[in-house]
């Protein structure tokens, strides 16, 4: 009886160790902001914490299959599953999903089994300015909000939320963005003349209900019609003390439009410049991290996917598109790369109005002029996907003609 008491002790002392030391280890990930910024692992450890708080003195004690904290487990586990992708060889990942393991085991969870309720957010009553968004930021916070620029446009190119630039080599659909305002997806169509080249086609802009402040609204363009409309027809909706938090107004009909979302603080552009359509977005960044861990393909936040990106083609570009592109713009940046890339890729002179255009939204939309003209990142180079020869041949025929 003595060697069987001190063994559970003994066992008992384990077990008691290994869950502190886990609990330990999941508020320094917590702490971390090296964790989140990688990948989304701290809403999960958040979410784990909350709910086993709420269990009291009773979460998880000794008792085997403790209702309450095996559902707190599954659910921690079910979220580290869904944000997996994005996690990749990220340390604080890696200890949690180990950590969660170890606790089932110890525990004797179910695998399967309800999960535990994510808590509903408290709603308090709206307030006059609710549905302004930067008016009432600057009404609590003393200052105005922090936006961040996106832009994609040409080849297509993109520069995210967070200053890079990249390439794309994306056909089809793809979310730019997505979070629990706002949804807006781009598709990308081979350009014609048959070349490997692939343009902007389609922008779907979807604004998500919002409480009393907007009801769900699709804005959606093609390739030569962009609506000075939303989808049903109007040009303004969500009314609140004689204020719309939506509209829409267009300087070009048909090419051009802007949308304003004054519930989200948000401005939007979508042009057509040559044969691609464009889209230029300024948020709150705090609207644009309103994402959950399921909300990991958005190419304005994280860029195109390692795989789909290209580089700048090694390809020196002729005299003559080099001489095109300077008298556009002068500065030696993105923008520029960009426009020598779309002519040495398509063989159209006209693509180089989608860098010049997007660049002219940037300028409307960064506070900052110094920020606006990022310098192309020095990298690898990859082969173009148009040969470099033939490229050079279209463009030089072209400028003769």
Known sequence: MGMGARDGCINCTQATWKSRSFTGLLLVLLLAPQAWAQC???????????????????????????????????????????????CRGDLAYHSAVQGIEDLLIQHRCPRTGPTAQPRPLPQA???????????GYVQREGRAPEYLHCGVFGDPHVRTFSDEFQTCAVPGAWPLIDNQYLYIQATSSPTRGGSYATALTKITIIFKNWRECAEQQIYQAELDNVPPAFADGSTSSGERRGQHSLRVRSQAPGRHAEIWAAHIGTTLVVRQSGRALGLAVRSPRAIVESYTPEQDVQLCVWGCPSSQRLQTPHALPTAAAHAHCSALLPSRDIYFQACLFDLLATGDMNSSSSALDALEDARGMIADPVKVHLRAAAGVRVAPRLPALLAATLITLRLAL
Not at 57 to 85: I, M, P, V
Not at 125 to 135: T, W
Request: proline content about 2%; hydrophobic content about 35%.
């Open 40 to 86: 989304r692992i701290l809403r999960c450890n958040s979410e784990f914490v909350a709910a086993t708080l709420e269990l009291g003195n009773s979460g998880g004690g000794k008792e085997a299959g403790n209702a309450g904290y095996c559902s707190a487990l599954r659910s921690y586990a079910l979220c580290t599953r869904r944000t997996a992708r994005a």
């Open 125 to 135: 009553p709206l307030s006059g300015d609710a549905c302004f968004y930067e008016r």
